[in-house]
């Protein structure tokens, strides 16, 4: 049964369509030699598992990898050429190869076994994944390590469950698993299975930040539950945002493709009559924590749109929106 925050009467209420993971991550690389910041959305259904790869007034293109119930149906490697909209004259050709690929529990976003190339006149300008003696062999195209390099700036997940929600994040080098916890009235943190913070009286409590380590690193978090301690009407299963920053945090990627929808039908689902082309905080609650988290810093960053953000690449932030399910 979908919740409340899903469905209308003019939305899908199918099961298979509520989204089981969802994850955007923003790098900052280059496409040719101009730098740009390239977006890649993961998503899977019940029913389906895509990538979509965008790069504002650039390019955009979704690939379906397989329907995720029916791991017979995956698809072959593939590749594409795409003529850059702002760049008449330059070419890039994209690569793909998920045929192996393996996933954690759940997640759209692979671990192992697939990779992603972006390359321009016969250089290698994207590069993710550990296939590149594959690539290398399909391409023909040889491998300079540190022209593919990108710089993650940014992770956004949509995480789902009642009380406990879990992701598995990289830190300045280093991957942990953060787990949230919220019941009775008490936020938990953790990092790696063990309890980093707890706040306590959340109906007071609903917004705030706090230094913790992840890792040995120094990480600024915030929260805000606002959604879930006004828990009425249709926002009763609504969602908590929470911020994990590092330095000067990161850049905030735009929300395009399947993202972008769940969000506006949350948004349609609680009543709005207006549904404005925002790009990141859909809610006055997410704006809240975003412009929160943004001021503490001293970035400055914009977060409305990864095109309008300037970051040097000095920091990094985890951004989860976490849906509770009845």
């Given at each position: 049964m979908i919740p409340a925050c899903f469905s209308s009467p003019n939305t899908l209420s199918n099961s298979s369509q509520m989204p089981q993971s969802l994850i955007t991550c923003i790098y900052q690389t280059q496409l040719c030699n101009s730098p740009v910041h390239l977006t890649l959305t993961w998503s899977k259904t019940l029913f389906s598992h895509s990538l979509t790869i965008y790069a504002a007034d650039t390019f955009s293109i979704t690939i379906s990898l397989y329907p995720s119930t029916f791991s017979f149906l995956r698809n072959r490697p593939g590749s594409k050429s795409i003529h850059l909209t702002n760049q008449h004259y330059q070419k890039i050709?994209?690569?793909?190869?998920?045929?192996?690929?393996?996933?954690?529990?759940?997640?759209?976003?692979?671990?192992?076994?697939?990779?992603?190339?972006?390359?321009?006149?016969?250089?290698?300008?994207?590069?993710?994944?550990?296939?590149?003696?594959?690539?290398?062999?399909?391409?023909?195209?040889?491998?300079?390590?540190?022209?593919?390099?990108?710089?993650?700036?940014?992770?956004?997940?949509?995480?789902?469950?009642?009380?406990?929600?879990?992701?598995?994040?990289?830190?300045?080098?280093?991957?942990?698993?953060?787990?949230?916890?919220?019941?009775?009235?008490?936020?938990?943190?953790?990092?790696?299975?063990?309890?980093?913070?707890?706040?306590?009286?959340?109906?007071?409590?609903?917004?705030?930040?706090?230094?913790?380590?992840?890792?040995?690193v120094e990480v600024e978090f915030f929260w805000d539950v606002f959604n879930w301690v006004n828990n009425c009407g249709a926002n009763s299963s609504g969602h908590g945002v929470f911020v994990f920053q590092v330095g000067d945090g990161g850049v905030w990627p735009e929300m395009v493709g399947p993202e972008k929808r769940l969000m506006r039908k949350s948004l349609s689902s609680s009543g709005s009559s207006a549904l404005p082309p925002i790009s990141v905080s859909p809610s006055p609650s997410c704006s809240s924590v975003l412009q929160w988290a943004e001021e503490s810093s001293d970035g400055g960053r914009s977060s409305c749109s990864s095109t309008r953000s300037s970051g040097s690449g000095a920091g990094f932030s985890l951004l989860l929106y976490a849906w509770r399910r009845d």
């Open positions: 050709k994209l690569y793909w190869d998920f045929t192996r690929a393996e996933f954690s529990e759940s997640s759209a976003e692979p671990e192992s076994c697939f990779y992603i190339a972006i390359t321009s006149n016969a250089r290698v300008e994207f590069f993710m994944g550990d296939l590149r003696d594959e690539f290398t062999q399909r391409s023909g195209i040889a491998w300079i390590r540190h022209s593919a390099e990108p710089t993650l700036l940014s992770r956004r997940e949509h995480v789902f469950g009642r009380r406990n929600y879990v992701t598995r994040a990289q830190f300045m080098g280093s991957k942990h698993e953060i787990g949230i916890e919220c019941s009775g009235g008490v936020l938990k943190v953790k990092v790696n299975g063990e309890t980093s913070l707890v706040v306590k009286r959340l109906a007071w409590k609903f917004r705030g930040n706090e230094r913790i380590m992840v890792g040995g």
